[in-house]
């Protein structure tokens, strides 16, 4: 039997938190990336915007494309608060390309709903309305009818910007059949009782 104790010291720490400032205290470009997210939440937009801009050279040195594309979404986030829609958009496309080579189609989708938003913001109405419909048409192969729904609703609000009401119409009679078809009647109607007001109009 043996009778020599393990040393504390040998022990690893208990704590997942102080584990967790360890790991990062190794990887500065993640504790930049975690800094930047603190201050984008508290509205401080100039420091998050250094923050994340050193998370992603650190990222970049490392040849890390995921931690990359989370700066470049976050810088995009940070533009967009500052009403700098270039920069936003020049961001998010960095982001989307990388996402799109690694088939991470959760992300190009929440990076394609940023970046139609800001073609909208922009007058762009159709350049948002291609994004969009790239949206429809992956909610559409994956068969995900809610997120089909919400993406429609854009569309149909966009066409009743670019004066074109008998489109916007149709596009309601569309979500108004996808909600009568999950028997959500309420919600059918909705649409429906929207795009006769608009054919009337």
Do not use: W
């Not at 401080?44 to 801009?53: E, G, I, Q, R, V």
């Not at 959500?184 to 429906?192: G, L, P």
């Amino acid at each position: 039997m043996s009778t020599s104790i393990q040393p504390l010291s040998s022990i690893g720490p208990a704590d997942p938190e102080k584990a967790r400032e360890e790991e990062l205290k190794k990887d500065p470009a993640k504790r930049d990336y975690l800094q930047g997210r603190e201050e984008l939440k508290k509205g401080d937009y100039t420091m998050a915007a250094m923050s994340f801009h050193n998370a992603l050279k650190g990222f970049e040195e490392k040849g890390d494309e995921q931690g990359v594309a989370n700066a470049s979404d976050r810088l995009g986030d940070v533009c967009l608060e500052k009403k700098d829609f270039t920069a936003a958009l020049e961001h998010y496309q960095r982001a989307y390309t990388i996402c799109e080579k690694e088939e991470d189609s959760f992300s190009t989708l929440a990076l394609n709903k940023k970046i139609a938003a800001i073609y909208r913001e922009q007058g762009e109405l159709n350049k948002a309305m291609e994004v969009l419909f790239d949206m429809v048409e992956h909610y559409q192969l994956t068969r995900n009818p809610k997120g089909m729904v919400e993406v429609m609703v854009v569309i149909a609000e966009l066409y009743r910007e670019k004066g074109e009401p008998l489109k916007a119409a149709d596009t309601y009679r569309t979500v108004s059949s996808i909600h009568k078809n999950f028997k959500h009647k309420r919600m059918s109607e909705e649409f429906a009782a929207l795009a006769d007001e608009l054919e009337q109009a």
